[in-house]
Each structure stands twice: as structure tokens, then as C-alpha cells.
């Protein structure tokens, strides 16, 4: 089992960059797909992004592509997002999940497909 803790998060302006990460804990980092999540006030989790265990795979969500990205360092054992030109609309609590795979390549693409969580950091961005 991988524990995850995310931090990074904050209040920042539109138009400002903020890294968040992932710490995780366990052996099986380096075969773990992971994603990042976020959840608005009143609205569902969604995806936002996601990494195979290689880091080889990545998959955006229309609205962060060219803004986000999405990476990995399986040595520290950590998942990273940078967030470039944030918008309000990014507003949001943002978790980390991951799930453990066979095959180094695979990327999942929705949160019920992940089987840990983070707590979450809170990303607040003003207009």
C-alpha cells in the first residue's frame, strides 16, 4: 500500500504558477499509475491529469492542457503538478491518487479507477 501526502497548494493569482506534489511512501511507487484530482464547491472530483508508472504516458483534461503538467520522480518518490497561468476556474481542493499496475505504460483516466488518496491541499486562485 502507497501513502500519499499532497502539498504546494495556497492562494494565488490568476496568471501565477504553483507546484504542487505528492510524497508517497512504500516500495511500489515505481509501479504505480498516478493522477492528480480536483474538487470544486458543490461539484464532483475530476481528473485533471495522469501518469503511467514510467512516466512514459500522460493524459490532460481538455481545459489544463498547454497550462498543467504532469510529472514524476520514481527515485524520490513523488508525482508533481505545475500549474502555469491559473485561472479562478482551477479553484479547487486538489488530491492525489494512485493505483498499483503490472504494466509501466498504463495510464487510468478516472478517479474510480484508483484504489489510494491523499488528503488533499486546497488551491484558491483570485481574479
Known amino acids: 500500500q502507497v501513502q500519499l501526502i499532497e502539498s504546494g497548494g495556497g492562494l494565488v493569482q490568476a496568471g501565477d504558477s504553483v507546484r504542487l506534489s505528492c510524497a508517497a511512501s512504500?516500495?511500489?511507487?515505481?509501479?504505480?499509475?498516478m493522477g492528480w484530482f480536483r474538487q470544486a464547491p458543490g461539484k464532483e472530483r475530476d481528473t485533471v491529469a495522469a501518469v503511467s508508472p514510467s512516466g512514459s504516458n500522460t493524459y490532460y483534461t481538455d481545459t489544463v492542457k498547454g497550462r498543467f503538467t504532469i510529472s514524476r520522480d520514481n527515485a524520490k518518490t513523488t508525482l508533481y503538478l505545475q500549474m502555469d497561468s491559473v485561472k479562478p476556474e482551477d479553484t479547487a481542493i486538489y488530491y492525489c491518487a494512485g493505483r498499483t499496475t503490472l504494466y509501466s505504460g498504463t495510464v487510468y483516466r478516472r478517479p474510480d479507477d484508483y484504489d489510494f488518496w491523499g488528503q488533499g491541499t486546497q488551491v484558491t486562485v483570485s481574479s
Open positions: 512504500g516500495r511500489t511507487f515505481s509501479r504505480t499509475s
